[in-house]
């Protein structure tokens, strides 16, 4: 029983430490929301969409290792990297639309 407790103890923390990784992120994500805040048209678009996709890449980042398990070590590893991409383009595709519109 000792045993099965450390086991427990230790997946706990592994747990945690995965959850304090996970709200790393959340000060990108909210600066990504910021930024679509303060631009107006279809770069604000872009950026919230952008937010979404980085949004669903963090859910995905998170349930990683938990579906590692259940599909055979694939977990969603592969989504949150495309997650990421999408995200990427879609900033990518607002700035000069944005530096357009404000005559940059």
């Not at 029983?1 to 103890?9: D, I, K």
């Not at 398990?69 to 990297?81: F, R």
């Given at each position: 029983?000792?045993?099965?407790?450390?086991?427990?103890?230790l997946?706990?923390?592994?747990?945690?430490?995965?959850?304090?990784?996970?709200?790393?992120?959340?000060?990108?994500?909210?600066?990504?929301?910021?930024?679509?805040?303060?631009?107006?048209?279809?770069?604000?678009?872009?950026?919230?969409?952008?937010?979404?996709?980085?949004?669903?890449a963090?859910?995905?980042?998170?349930?990683?290792?938990p579906?590692?398990?259940?599909?055979?070590?694939?977990?969603?590893?592969?989504?949150?990297?495309?997650?990421?991409?999408?995200?990427?383009?879609?900033?990518?595709?607002?700035?000069?639309?944005?530096?357009?519109?404000?005559?940059?």
């Open positions: 029983t000792a045993l099965l407790t450390l086991s427990g103890v997946g706990s923390l592994a747990g945690m430490l995965e959850a304090q990784q996970q709200l790393a992120y959340v000060p990108a994500l909210a600066l990504l929301i910021g930024a679509g805040w303060v631009c107006a048209g279809h770069p604000r678009k872009l950026l919230w969409l952008g937010a979404a996709a980085f949004a669903v963090l859910v995905m980042h998170a349930a990683d290792l579906t590692c398990a259940l599909t055979q070590g694939h977990g969603t590893h592969w989504l949150w990297h495309i997650c990421n991409g999408l995200m990427l383009t879609l900033l990518v595709t607002a700035l000069p639309i944005a530096k357009r519109a404000k005559g940059a």
